[in-house]
């Protein structure tokens, strides 16, 4: 998605970063950025808007659930995998090995 106008930070870069912006998890000088590029675009902002919408939606529902200790130890193996610049397998992490 693109608004047509020529902007500082590409709209391509604002939104493969969107959840990074929304975690809070980029340093402060590219929230600075995505925060110029938001006032500057308003297709952007609207897709921003939606996702915060929907992870508030997410968290209000799920946020009280707790995640099994086993799915959290696959999940968190697979990031490290990831993180480390390994292969990372194919198979569904979340499956049960035994088919249940």
């Known amino acids: 998605m693109s608004c047509g ?5 590409e709209c391509s870069e ?7 912006f929304l975690d809070h998890e ?9 925060e110029t590029h938001f006032g500057e675009c ?8 939606l996702e915060q919408a929907v992870k508030k939606l997410v968290k209000r529902c799920c ?3 707790d ?5 959290r130890s ?20 979340t499956a049960d090995p035994a088919g249940g």
């Open 5 to 9: 106008e020529p902007h500082e930070t």
């Open 14 to 20: 604002v939104l493969d970063h969107l959840y990074e």
């Open 63 to 65: 946020g009280s659930d």
């Open 74 to 93: 696959k999940v968190m193996g697979r990031i490290e995998l990831i993180r480390s610049g390994q292969a990372v397998p194919d198979h569904d992490v």
């Open 67 to 71: 995640v099994p200790t086993d799915l």
């Open 42 to 49: 308003n297709p952007c902002l609207e897709k921003y808007g």
């Open 26 to 34: 980029m340093p402060d000088s590219d929230c600075t950025k995505f």
